[in-house]
């Protein structure tokens, strides 16, 4: 069926599970894995009386963004390599994570996008948005959605 699944998280607890759970299909499956980590691109933003961020803050944060999205990628790997099954990560600066989901999904030649939803609904979700919506809505690969 699948032969190559993509993984995203954003390390919640709920991406966690749904990280557990999608190793565990692709193992039933003989399919191997590409784990992924969005991190946002920081928008420079006026801030009070016309500040702005610099840019070596911003530079900053989006070294400590790459380091704990390496953490859960090494993490991922972590538990494909338990289970047997094939793995690669990557970490990578997106415009949007669910932009940077189905951007890598296509360059990595995935066949389907395992991922976690968080279940917000109402104004949560409205003001929040749901990453996994928009994927759903956007992607033209088969999007398994684990609650």
Avoid: W
């Amino acid at each position: 069926m699948f032969k190559h699944i993509l993984i995203p998280t954003d390390g919640s607890p709920v991406a966690n599970k749904a990280v557990k759970a999608g190793i565990e299909l692709a193992k039933a499956l003989g399919a191997k894995v590409s784990g992924y980590y969005a991190v946002e691109a920081i928008q420079p933003r006026v801030y009070g009386e016309g500040y702005m961020m610099n840019s070596g803050t911003i530079k900053a944060l989006e070294r400590s963004a790459q380091a704990v999205g390496q953490k859960h990628i090494d993490s991922m790997a972590k538990a494909a390599k338990a289970a047997g099954v094939g793995f690669s990560g990557v970490v990578a600066m997106a415009e949007t994570p669910y932009e940077g989901i189905i951007a890598t999904a296509k360059k990595r030649k995935c066949d389907a996008i395992f991922m976690a939803s968080h279940g917000r609904r109402g104004l949560a979700g409205f003001i929040m948005g749901s990453v996994t919506h928009r994927v759903l809505t956007h992607s033209k690969l088969p999007v398994l959605v684990y609650r």
